[in-house]
T-cell receptor, first 115, second 118 residues
């Protein structure tokens, strides 16, 4: 079983709604990630937090807003999304960054549908 | 642009056969390579990682890495129907020193769908 926990598992939201996806890990990992995966496509990186600081933003639209309150928690705040944002959102964590073989572990994902 | 290429498949093998999955990558500086398995409707699950040239075996799985050819493969021996899934090759790209604001990220290939027929 994955030690990266994501909530909710399923979310349906309207285009004017504000919602959040939450992620938690208790492995002592210092890097956390958000990936987005569309059907029949590989995961695509959105954001990386390293030691609670945002280190990578892959030119993600501002309607997605990440937050890392502490080293165990990662949130993704959603506002004014579009139907094409419907996807599986994957949270992941790794021990750190900058070391060979830094393995990334994924949570079970949050299925988002924008209506 | 960092790229990871996989045979798109689909790949179909009979139960008990060896399934061979291949992957090439574009950045000669890459150090870490991963294989993930993803069942339909589920998140990616780590199968193997490798960072030294040669073979690495774990049960029925063998990962092979050839940095000179920028090639990594996954062999699944004695394939089982439960191995039917999409297999994602992933390469960890590192851009610069962490102390200077560099970061690393995992880039995935498009995946190969494997079907093991009973």
């Amino acid at each position: 079983d994955t030690e990266v926990t994501q909530t909710p598992k399923h979310l349906v939201m309207g285009m004017t709604n504000k919602k959040s996806l939450k992620c938690e890990q208790h492995m002592g990992h210092r890097a956390m990630y958000w990936y987005k995966q569309k059907a029949k496509k590989p995961p695509e990186l959105m954001f990386v937090y390293s030691y609670e600081k945002l280190s990578i933003n892959e030119s993600v639209p501002s309607r997605f807003s990440p937050e890392c309150p502490n080293s165990s928690l990662l949130n993704l705040h959603l506002h004014a999304l579009q139907p094409e944002d419907s996807a599986l959102y994957l949270c992941a964590s790794s021990q750190g960054q900058g070391s060979t073989g830094n393995t990334i572990y994924f949570g079970e994902g949050s299925w988002l549908t924008v209506v | 642009q960092k790229e990871v290429e996989q045979n798109s498949g689909p790949l179909s093998v009979p139960e008990g056969a060896i399934a061979s999955l291949n992957c090439t990558y574009s950045d000669q500086g890459s150090q870490s390579f991963f294989w993930y398995r993803q069942y339909s409707g589920k998140s990616p699950e780590l199968i193997m990682f490798i960072y030294s040239n040669g073979d690495k075996e774990d049960g029925r799985f063998t990962a092979q890495l050839n940095k000179a050819s920028q090639y990594v493969s996954l062999l699944i021996r004695d394939s089982q129907p439960s191995d039917s899934a999409t297999y994602l090759c992933a390469v960890n790209y590192f851009g610069g020193r962490i102390s200077q604001g560099g970061s690393e990220k995992l880039v995935f290939g498009k995946g190969t769908k494997l079907t093991v027929n009973p």
